[in-house]
C-alpha cells in the first residue's frame, strides 16, 4: 500500500504560482510514476503531468510552460509548480501513484491517490 497526502493548495489570484507538494508513505516510493490530476465541478478527472521513476515528465498540453513536476525521493515528496495560474486551473488536484516505467496519463492506469487539494485562481 501506498498512502498519499496532497497539500499546498489555497486561493491566487489570476498571474499567481502555487506549488503543490504530493507526500508518500508506504513502500518504496523511488518505485512508483506519480501523476496529478485535476477536477473541476461538473467536469471528468483530467490529467496534468507525470514524473516517472526516472524522473521524465510530461505535461497535459493546456499546462506544457506553465506547470514543472519534481520529486525529492529522499522526502518521499513529489511537487507540482505552477506559474502564470488562470481561473481555468480551479480544480481539486488529486497525485496518483503506480509502479512501472511508463507513461500513464489515464485515471484508471493508477492504483493509488489523495484525497486531493484544493486551488481556486480568482479573475
Known amino acids: 500500500q501506498v498512502q498519499l497526502v496532497e497539500s499546498g493548495g489555497g486561493l491566487v489570484q489570476a498571474g499567481g504560482s502555487l506549488r503543490l507538494s504530493c507526500a508518500a508513505s508506504g513502500r518504496t516510493f523511488s518505485n512508483y510514476a506519480i501523476g496529478w490530476f485535476r477536477q473541476a465541478p461538473g467536469k471528468e478527472r483530467e490529467f496534468v503531468a507525470q514524473i516517472s521513476v526516472s524522473t521524465r515528465s510530461v505535461f497535459a498540453d493546456s499546462v506544457k510552460g506553465r506547470f514543472t513536476i519534481s520529486r525529492d525521493n529522499a522526502l518521499n515528496t513529489v511537487y507540482l509548480q505552477m506559474n502564470s495560474l488562470t481561473p481555468e486551473d480551479t480544480a481539486v488536484y488529486y497525485c496518483?501513484?503506480?509502479?512501472?516505467?511508463?507513461?500513464?496519463?489515464?485515471?484508471?492506469?493508477?492504483?493509488?491517490w489523495g484525497q486531493g487539494t484544493q486551488v481556486t485562481v480568482s479573475s
Open positions: 496518483a501513484a503506480r509502479s512501472g516505467i511508463f507513461v500513464y496519463s489515464q485515471t484508471s492506469q493508477y492504483d493509488y
